[in-house]
């Protein structure tokens, strides 16, 4: 008989800064397809049903083919918001995990004084970005990253 294999690792391995950014990121990505292959689904049975309605059939079929209708254009506008919305969300995800990771790049210099840092401390409800432990004390940063406008330039 065969024994389980288990994993020799005790721990799990430190996250890295930003990961929970990228975490989020791909729920983003997910919620965005599944609403596309919902809508996607509806008009496929609504084309179905179209085709059925074409050939001689009975009467419930113009009920089915009307209601997948109505289905199929509500839950294409809801896709299209909710990918609108998403994308938006990403974006936002991104400038974040983005500076996450530019902090964490500037913090890793504090290593040859003798710092530990650890990086996205995950709690109930709650991160911790950055955290820099010294014989000076113990730090914890908090990282947020903001979009500038653009700036246009003037040409004389």
Known sequence: MKSKKRSPLKDKPLRYAGESLDDLIQDKRSDIAAWFLAAFVYFVLT???WFGYRNPTPRTLLVMTTSFGLFAIVTAIWAVY???VGYRDIER???G???EKLVAEGLQELIADGAAILHDIQAKG???DH???SRHGVFLIETKTYSKTRS???RS
Request: hydrophobic share 55%.
């Open 47 to 49: 084309a179905t049903a």
């Open 82 to 84: 909710k990918v609108f």
């Open 93 to 95: 995800l991104r400038l």
């Open 97 to 99: 995990r983005d500076g």
């Open 126 to 128: 709650f991160n911790l």
């Open 131 to 133: 955290v820099v432990i």
């Open 152 to 154: 246009r330039t003037v």
